[in-house]
């Protein structure tokens, strides 16, 4: 049988991805015990607060002072799917959006035409540590739905399907849909201008959870897709009759059915699958656009704008300590989860 593999890629601090997407971020922070203002019990000598990225004492304050996170910053061009597989997150918007996420749930954010957002990570535990992981994906958005107005969507971890299957020696495989199909099981649908909300995209964001020893058959994908295959956590895989390391991206032929078997440790994969959009991409910071003219009127846009301005007290807003899960959208709408 063929080699599925087309090319092996170690895996950075940003993940390196395929068109359709843009890039993919794996965060994981140990955080301490929270304090009176959500941020965390512990000192931050020694940190470069506003830029903290180093992973010190196994945890980052990334961009927040007080709390750790992303203030609010400005998006056009794309959509952030953002998956907190453990932790919480707040978000906030220039549209008067606001909520809070963690815990499987995942936020599908098309910033089109332009959005600013907070993302801050609020430490709700003070007796106890607060661990931390998420997965924000970075989608491409083509040049007909760039200007599209911005819209966000939250996918509650109730809501997500997750398959759990055995293979023949019984050993676990634990797979959870947040977007594309998987034996004829559909992800909730994506927000409404995605490139993934059109099925011929054949666009897939699978996460996978294999037991030792256990063995998966990743079935075909169309003609044309690029698929990718994130080996974070674990210590071997076979696809195939190549063992691979952890800590690899695959590149994978979309067409081959791939038999993977994992090695001695439970492993952790991401997959990444979509028909490329096929455009020029002109990056700025976080601004994608078709041509560099469009990137200076996207700037000259948001300095005359601000997409709206900022409604909230402070940019590092979060939410009061005793809120539960919820999502407060720009028409008023209000859902409740805890």
Known sequence: MANPIRNIRPLGFQWETRDPFLFCAHHVDNYPKGNEDLGPNASLAGRAIGQDFTLKDGWRMYHGSKVPGFPAHPHRGFETITYVRTGLVDHSDSSGATGRFGNGDVQWMTAGKGVQHSEMFPLINQNKPNPFELFQIWLNLPKASKMVEPHYKMLWSED???????????????????????????????????????????????????????????????????????????????????????????DLEPTDEVLVKNGLKEANILVLQGKPINEPVVQHGPFVMNTQQEIMETMDDYQRTQFGGWPWPTHDHVNAKDKGRFAKYADGKIEVRE
């Not at 037991?211 to 079935?219: D, E, G, K, R, S």
């Open 160 to 250: 997500i399907p997750v398959i759990e299957e055995k293979d023949e020696n019984g050993n676990s495989i634990k797979l959870s849909i947040i977007a594309g199909i998987y034996k004829n099981i559909k992800a909730i649908p994506p927000a409404p201008n995605s490139w993934a909300a059109n099925s011929a995209n054949d666009v897939a964001i699978w996460t996978i959870k294999l037991a030792p020893n256990a063995q998966w058959i990743l079935p075909k994908a169309q003609v044309g897709t690029n698929r990718s295959l994130y080996f974070y956590e674990g210590e071997t895989l076979t696809l195939q009759a190549q063992e691979v390391d952890v800590g690899n991206a695959l």
